[in-house]
């Protein structure tokens, strides 16, 4: 027994682990070694929290659907119409247009899953079909034009500085473990595994499958479109670059974590280390002034290695 | 028995799953050139496990095989298989029903009729003529699969397997093929069942024939030799143009004589008088699904087991899977407690009803990778669930684990402890926490589809013991399965379904009277 934790199978089955946290120590040193000056103060870590929280946000989201086997192309789309509409609205409704904004991602989310589960059309042709409709709807909204709020109401929903860190940072956390509950101790949660795992056998043994789809789609919506009123309140109004090129980040930081493609397997928590990984990344690479089409080629690569090592090994062994 | 005479021989072959199930045990048969020879035996007797050994999908841990009376390696794949003249026609899912008749018989084989990279259909065609002339096989080239009768689309399939032995082999060689046929008439009516054997007949000329099936009569009926297989044991061997063999004495020697009265008294144990006079839980009146099953009418009372009884493809499983709400029938009524059930309605809202579901088909049903203690809380999260939070409920991991002991104590499932994740159980104990996610949630009306479909005896006792408790607390069943003993074991009622209509019902002694048991 005292050589076999570290054998091949023990290493094999905690790969998911492994390579997060390994990939994590990986990065800090390089970065350090490219940058003296990374994490050093108080404020680059700040910097980092703005260029994490929101994004952690949608990403819990997001892992909620890729547990249960489906994917959600709209996350950045509606983020972005979220985020426009907040600002639109908010000269006029003032911190009521939060509430609009999240009931328009609802509606997204409502959509997508109402689509799929009765429809039978897989989850990535309805998600890229409403990724679409919430582009055009922030076009139109916004009329292309980027809209800047300078009310102090309007930012403190995500700069107010408690105990030194921004409020975005707990509302993130506070989504975080929040996801965590509800998927860890819930029979909510436990149907999303299950169905991630087996939807044939989940709905066999009882359980509304069409409805637990419906309410995990509304659920990875209506973060997404909090994550776009953060992000809005963070950076002073809306533009139409908003959430552009953010689905392959996001996405990988759901597999880096640990997550895998297939379903049922993975969780939210793992999805802290990767928002961290991936954002880490990003922002060393642009340190060293990498172009940012490179950093989508290395975020591609990425996605793909980690979609292929977190598959589940002991799944296909046994579908052979 | 001269060595000589055989084709092919296997000689005590065994072979064990998971280390403890012994699918085959020391088991010998022989194939001799032109003849049908017969393997006859229950579901989980070995049979499916003898022929995958012959056409090398698996490899015995012991045993020897023979060709034409020299010692060979057992085949290490099909292709392997095939190149010695042995290949398999399986019972289902080997036709591919959008493919014309030609195309699906050079299926795999197109690289040996191109040329420059283009397909000679006319070679094809051509070729396809001759072969179905000279087997004797009508029907139109360039009708798509599904469009033939089902006794045709055995008949190309079987032509198929042929064609595919001889150009793998080599037209010149002089080899007899054997071809292993896995129940192929389970699907097929009658006409279509004789049909098939009068063009089999005539095919033994050339060709030699394993013939795997359940159904007696016309194994006694086509057969030269016979093999009865019980639990991987081989049990008997008829001579059949030699020695006169009957239907009862084979069934007898299929299903084992011993538990006979154990089963009859088993079920007597439980038995309730007069079940008829207790109140009726489910009615089913005219339910239809075209194309499955029509006009399908009962009543199940409490504490009754009604048993949906007739050979595969009959319509029983449709209907059963129609009441649980997995599939939709098209008309009719489904009354549980005088409330009409919407025939619409998903597998949930038959739960909420109190109709649970139970298949005996692997993986099907369970989340392989969960441990046992998630996959038993599946269905009872109200047990091990506490709503102190008001809002929410929260699963309290204490009464997960104490359901999950409960219940493997009780089914007698063999696992390290309730964190082992199912898919590193055997078949049986599989099985068990499959049946045992109802056994805590005791629903009125339990469904069950081949509840002990492919599992060792060991392991079906306890299920049948389980079940048979639960009768006796008053829960109604359906019952869909293969098996006549399990029938004569669980049901009170047995409807006699021939295809998609009930043509008769029996109660329990008659059913053991008609099926000889």
Redo the contacts between chains.
């Keep these: 027994m005292a050589q076999a934790w570290i054998s091949r199978e023990w290493f094999q089955r905690n790969l998911n682990t492994i390579i997060p946290i390994s990939g994590l120590v990986i990065l800090i040193i390089s970065l350090r070694i490219a940058n003296p000056y990374f994490l050093t103060s108080w404020d680059s870590a700040i910097t980092l929290i703005y260029g994490m929280a929101w994004f952690m946000v949608a990403a819990c989201g997001l892992t909620l659907v890729i547990l249960m086997g489906s994917f959600d192309f709209s996350v950045p789309s509606v983020l972005k119409l979220s985020a426009m509409i907040f600002a639109v609205l908010y000269p006029m409704l003032g911190l009521y247009s939060i509430l609009l904004s999240l009931a328009v991602g609802l509606l997204f989310g409502f959509i997508n899953g109402t689509l799929l589960a009765r429809f039978n059309i897989p989850s990535f042709m309805v998600t890229l079909a409403t990724s679409m409709v919430a582009e055009g709807a922030a076009q139109v909204i916004s009329g292309g034009y980027t809209r800047i709020i300078t009310d102090p109401a309007f930012r403190a929903i995500s700069t107010t500085m408690i105990l030194g860190l921004p409020s975005i940072f707990y509302w993130a956390i506070l989504v975080w473990i929040l996801c965590i509950f509800v998927t860890f101790v819930t029979p909510f949660g436990r149907t999303i595994y299950a169905i991630g795992g087996n939807i044939v056998g989940t709905r066999l043994a009882g359980i509304n499958v069409k409805k637990a789809r419906t309410l995990v789609f509304m659920l990875c919506s209506l973060l997404a479109s909090f994550a776009g009123i953060l992000y809005a309140s963070q950076i002073q109004g809306a533009h139409m670059q908003v959430g552009v090129l953010d689905m392959i980040p996001l996405f990988a930081s759901v597999v880096v974590g640990g997550t895998a493609l297939t379903g049922g397997v993975g969780g939210v928590h793992r999805t802290l280390l990767g928002v961290i990984i991936i954002r880490w990344l990003d922002s060393g690479l642009s340190m060293l002034a990498i172009d940012l089409n490179v950093r989508m080629i290395i975020f591609g690569a990425i996605a793909i290695v980690m979609a292929i090592l977190t598959i589940d090994r002991r799944r296909i062994k046994i579908m052979k | 028995m001269n060595v000589g005479d055989a084709l092919l021989e296997v000689r005590n072959v065994t072979k064990t799953f998971n280390k403890v199930v012994r699918a085959l045990d020391n088991v010998s048969i022989e194939v001799r050139r032109n003849e049908m020879v017969s393997v006859v035996g229950e579901n989980g007797a070995g049979k499916s496990t003898l022929m995958k050994i012959l056409v090398g999908v698996y490899k015995p841990d012991s045993g020897k095989m023979y060709y034409m009376g020299r010692e060979v390696p057992f085949p290490e794949n099909p292709l392997d298989a095939l190149r010695r003249g042995i290949s398999i026609v399986y019972q289902e899912k080997g036709v591919i029903p959008h493919l014309k008749v030609y195309q699906f018989l050079f299926l795999g084989l197109e690289d040996r009729f191109t040329r420059l990279g283009r397909l000679q259909l006319e070679k094809i065609i051509g070729l396809a003529r001759s072969v179905f002339e000279e087997l004797g096989i009508k029907c139109d080239l360039a009708s798509s699969m599904y469009e033939l009768p089902l006794s045709t689309q055995k008949m190309v399939e079987i032509a198929r397997a042929i064609l595919n032995i001889k150009l793998m082999v080599g037209e010149g060689s002089n080899i007899t093929p054997i071809i292993i046929l896995d129940e192929p008439t389970a699907p097929l009516s009658l006409e279509e069942r004789d049909e098939l054997f009068s063009y089999l007949t005539s095919l033994k000329k050339s060709n030699s024939f394993i013939f795997v099936s359940h159904i007696i009569p016309e194994v006694i009926t086509f057969s030269d030799r016979i093999y009865v297989l019980r639990d991987g044991k081989l049990t008997a061997h008829h001579d059949v143009r030699s020695e006169k063999v009957f239907e009862e004495e084979l069934f007898k020697e299929i299903v084992g004589r011993a538990s006979y009265h154990e089963l009859w008294a088993r079920y007597e144990s439980v038995k309730v008088r007069d079940i008829d006079k207790k109140p009726t839980v489910l009615s089913v009146r005219n339910l239809t699904k075209r194309g499955y099953y029509t006009n399908i009418s009962f009543d199940l009372h409490e504490g009754e087991c009604v048993g949906l009884f007739g050979p595969a493809g009959c319509g029983k499983s449709e209907i059963a899977r129609s009441l649980?709400g997995?599939i939709v029938a098209d008309y009719g009524e489904v009354i549980v407690d005088g409330k009409k059930l919407k025939l619409r309605g998903?597998?949930?809202t038959?739960?909420?009803m109190g109709i649970?579901?139970f298949?005996g088909e692997t993986?099907?049903?369970?989340?392989?990778?969960?441990p046992i203690r998630?996959n038993l809380?599946?269905?009872n999260?109200d047990k091990v669930?506490k709503s102190s939070l008001k809002i929410?409920?929260?699963?309290s991991f204490k009464a997960e684990k104490s359901l999950a002991e409960r219940i493997m104590n009780k089914l007698r499932i063999k696992a390290p402890s309730v964190e082992a994740e199912c898919?590193s159980l055997s078949g049986g104990n599989k099985q068990k926490v499959s049946v045992g996610?109802w056994i805590e949630r005791a629903p009125r009306i339990l469904i069950l589809e081949d509840p002990t479909i492919g599992i060792d005896v060991g392991a079906r006792e306890d299920i049948y013991d389980a079940l048979l408790e639960m009768k006796k607390n008053g829960i109604s069943m359906i019952l869909v399965s293969d098996d006549p003993k399990e029938y004569a074991l669980l049901c009170d009622k047995i409807i006699y379904i021939k295809e998609g209509t009930s043509q008769a019902v029996y109660t329990n002694e008659e059913f053991r009277k008609v099926m000889g048991l």
């Design positions: 649980y997995d998903e597998p949930h038959r739960v909420r649970g579901y298949s993986g099907k049903e369970l989340l392989l990778f969960w998630k809380s599946l269905v999260f669930t929410v409920s929260v699963i898919y996610k």
